[in-house]
């Protein structure tokens, strides 16, 4: 355990150091989210959408597929949301055969991919400076306060429909969660939401937020800092894009291993310098931070500050509030997997417990985390799954 910390700590540290190796492959990994969608053939539109705390979050669209540029009338709309570490190009990191975008547009829906702050793409504010610390002084509670409302009114208003679907991965699941089980007048805008690799309470995960939950949060601070968190090669800071050259196969994976545990036999390896550019991303340490808590406490809560005076002056209570998983209610379906070491089984079997509206739970055994949206067998094991699903909430509707 402590020699996977210290691994990810020279990580940290050296930076530009672990960009030395093999030159990479695939093209993608030099592209933006549209620069992707449009290498495959597809329209791309981006926007921008400001939290009301003044963060400033990109949303890429795919507005229709390669086959349906001239159908009439408003498209059904579906939102991606990416997870921990990741990108929004984390799903359009396969060709379009194998990447749930590019799928769903094909099948006929309008596709809109949230940035959550902080990653890659979605380092811009109103008024605070990327590189100081109040820029990074926020974890997955102002995500689900503040992200997940302005993208979804964003497209909302840009579109004109009523309501919309939800598609999330790892950290996109936990927001959403917390979202629409405090936020009813958000949620009654989500139509059905689909979560994979779904979490909630992290108890039993085995991933780098439990390796942290063993220090304290001031050494914690004196290792990485109280800014932003980079997992793996540094990022031109110009461009934002990955450095030229990435490290090789064998490190790749050991980064992969690190971060997102088991890697699988679904994955293709021939992609692994795409995967890991797309997700393997940024956050704020502080959100690390939380998710240490929550490995220790076992539950879904918000924040703790570190004492019950800060948490009076936040909360106006002595401990933080927790979320609520039974006041989600809208239509979830789900897919897990039993290799998957940040989505455990027994903390899923507790967020199954809890939702009030579960109308579908698929367990794919040997799934690990990246499996779900950028596996081999993604199409067959997820994809087919939500496009059924969707079609039937349509047919519903047209009786």
């Given at each position: 355990m402590w020699w996977l910390l210290s691994t990810m700590c020279l990580v940290?540290?050296?930076?530009?150091?672990?960009?030395?190796?093999?030159?990479?492959?695939?093209?993608?990994?030099?592209?933006?989210?549209?620069?992707?969608?449009?290498?495959?053939g597809y329209a791309s539109e981006e926007y921008e959408a400001v939290t009301d705390d003044g963060y400033i979050l990109p949303i890429n669209r795919i507005p229709h597929g390669k086959n349906n540029t001239n159908s009439t009338g408003p498209k059904k709309v579906v939102l991606c949301q990416h997870g921990l570490f990741a990108t929004p190009g984390v799903w359009v990191s396969n060709p379009p055969n194998n990447s749930l975008a590019f799928i769903l547009a094909d099948a006929g829906y309008d596709v809109w991919m949230g940035n959550s702050r902080g990653s890659t793409w979605a380092k811009k504010h109103l008024y605070l400076d990327p590189n100081s610390k109040e820029f990074w002084a926020f974890s997955y509670d102002e995500?689900?306060?503040?992200?997940?409302?302005?993208?979804?009114?964003?497209?909302?208003?840009?579109?004109?429909?009523?309501?919309?679907?939800?598609?999330g991965h790892n950290q996109g699941t936990l927001i959403a969660l917390g979202a629409f089980s405090t936020n009813q007048q958000l949620a009654e805008k989500i139509k059905m939401c689909f979560l994979l690799?779904?979490?909630?309470?992290?108890?039993?995960?085995?991933?780098?937020?439990?390796?942290?939950?063993?220090?304290?949060?001031?050494?914690?601070?004196?290792?990485?800092?109280?800014?932003?968190?980079?997992?793996?090669?540094?990022?031109?800071?110009?461009?934002?894009?990955?450095c030229n050259v990435i490290v090789t196969d064998t490190t790749c994976f050991a980064i992969k291993v690190l971060i997102t545990g088991y890697v699988s036999q679904h994955l293709n390896k021939s992609r692994t310098d795409v995967y890991i550019t797309h997700s393997l991303a940024r956050t704020s340490v502080q959100n690390l931070l939380h998710y240490s808590q929550a490995v220790n406490t076992g539950v879904f809560g918000a924040y703790d500050w570190g004492s019950p005076s800060?948490?009076?002056?936040?909360?106006?209570?002595?401990t933080p509030p927790l979320y609520n998983l039974e006041d989600m209610k809208v239509p979830t379906a789900m897919w897990s997997g039993r290799n998957d070491f940040l989505a455990d089984d027994i903390d899923v079997a507790h967020l199954v417990s809890k939702l009030p509206n579960l109308i579908y739970h698929k367990i794919i055994a040997d799934f690990s985390h990246l499996d779900f949206v950028v596996g081999l067998s993604a199409y067959d094991e997820v994809s087919k799954g939500i496009l059924k699903l969707l079609h039937e909430s349509e047919t519903e509707n047209l009786h």
């Open positions: 940290h540290v050296c930076g530009n150091i672990f960009c030395l190796f093999e030159t990479t492959m695939n093209p993608e990994v030099h592209m933006n989210v549209s620069e992707i969608i449009i290498r495959w995500m689900i306060k503040y992200d997940i409302p302005a993208t979804i009114n964003f497209i909302l208003k840009k579109t004109g429909q009523k309501q919309i679907y939800y598609v690799a779904p979490v909630a309470t992290v108890k039993y995960d085995e991933d780098f937020p439990h390796l942290l939950s063993y220090i304290c949060p001031t050494s914690l601070k004196l290792i990485f800092g109280e800014k932003e968190l980079l997992p793996m090669a540094v990022f031109n800071k110009q461009s934002g894009y990955t800060l948490n009076m002056l936040h909360y106006n209570q002595t």
